[in-house]
């Protein structure tokens, strides 16, 4: 199975490192996925939702606010100021979680339109944990 090294970096250090087959990203442009021996590219990254497939096949979702990404055939770094990971052990961990990316997502001035469509997504990826 072919993979690439994902990184998602904040400025408090790493929230995700490791391999990935697939990872779909909210570029300015629109939202857009990434697989094995992607074209090269560097892009702004807007406020949304990075969605992870990882080797054995789970998804893992982090909000982000704002950032970079950078493509390469075999690596993806993505380098942003403010990212929330939606995982938890409970119900009391996934409540704190969803909190947190709300906050996040306040700080965020966009058009409230995209900001529902966000938080629908991390509403969607709580639940799939609970």
Known sequence: MDTFKLEVITPN?????GDAVEV?????EGEFGVLPHHAS???LLKA???DI????KRTESIV???GVVQVTENKVTVLVDGAVAIRGEDESDIAKVLEDAKKLLDDVSE????LASVSAKVESAAHKLI
Do not use: H
């Not at 779909?24 to 300015?28: A, D, F, I, Q």
């Not at 497939?53 to 054995?56: E, K, P």
């Not at 058009?111 to 995209?114: G, L």
């Open 13 to 17: 250090g790493a929230i995700f490192d």
């Open 24 to 28: 779909t990203l909210p570029g300015e």
């Open 41 to 43: 590219l560097t892009t």
């Open 48 to 50: 949304g939702v990075v």
């Open 53 to 56: 497939v990882t080797v054995d």
């Open 64 to 66: 982000v606010n704002w």
């Open 111 to 114: 058009s409230n339109m995209a």
